[in-house]
């Protein structure tokens, strides 16, 4: 019988939030200058949650195939330097290569801002969003959708936006198991009617994810 690993190291995100801002764009951070915080929900309050917790990180995977320019490739792992307890911190499934997510509703989630260059939030947000197809997508953003790209959304004030990014879009099925179907990578603007949000599409990326798992010590199953 498969079940859950019981503890896991893994984290996905996005390539573009390992480099940093400003005029050396193109420098990525090390493992020290960031970490992982799991169980948290209100950024401010100290007292909400008893489950909130700091994790290092060991090691920083960025795609060799990332351009910044285009979003091309917008993943990353991160390694963490001491393993968090599945049963406490819920995971997402990795889906297999070549799952299509297109016509199901999956949530985003994240602290990023409630509009195009507005706040970020305190507390954790989510939002509903249908996956539409490439060709569907591509009536909007043409070339600039590129493999690898996965786009959801379209409904007027309901998207991620800036500062969500490297967060989870995740989709349940019929038990309600969520999938890590993308992760948060850019748009144009947020929450615009007819217009997309853009993800990292991770099913596209499974081969080179087990690759890294397998390549790093590979994954905790107890
Ligand atoms: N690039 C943004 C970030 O770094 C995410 C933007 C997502 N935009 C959207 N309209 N869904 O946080």
Redesign the pocket.
């Known amino acids: 019988m498969w079940r859950y690993p019981s503890l896991a190291e893994w984290v996905v995100t996005?390539s573009?939030?390992i480099f940093t801002d400003g005029p050396n764009q193109d420098q990525a951070i090390t493992p020290s200058q960031i970490s992982v915080v799991l169980g948290e929900h209100d950024r401010i309050s100290t007292t909400e949650t008893q489950i909130r917790k700091q994790f290092f990180v060991e090691k920083i995977i960025t795609h060799p195939g990332y351009v910044r320019a285009t979003f091309k490739d917008d993943i990353a792992l991160l390694k963490l330097s001491t393993k968090a307890d599945l049963n406490i911190y819920t995971p997402a499934c990795l889906p297999p290569t070549g799952t299509s997510f297109v016509g199901k509703t999956g949530t985003v989630y994240g602290w990023?801002t409630t509009s195009s260059g507005g706040q970020v939030s305190n507390k954790l947000l989510k939002v509903n969003q249908d996956v539409v197809s490439i060709a569907t997508c591509k009536t909007v953003f043409y070339n600039s959708i590129l493999d690898g790209m996965l786009c959801a959304?379209g409904v007027l004030g309901k998207?991620?936006?800036?500062?969500?990014?490297?967060g989870p879009f995740t989709v349940p099925d019929a038990t309600n198991i969520h999938s890590l179907a993308g992760v948060?990578?850019?748009?144009?603007?947020?929450?615009k009617a007819g217009?997309y949000?853009?993800y990292a599409d991770v099913a596209y990326y499974n081969a080179w994810l087990q690759e890294q798992f397998a390549a790093n010590g590979g994954i905790t199953l107890t």
């Open positions: 996005a573009h939030c990023g959304g998207d991620s936006c800036q500062g969500d990014s490297g948060v990578s850019w748009g144009d603007g947020c929450a217009s949000g853009i």
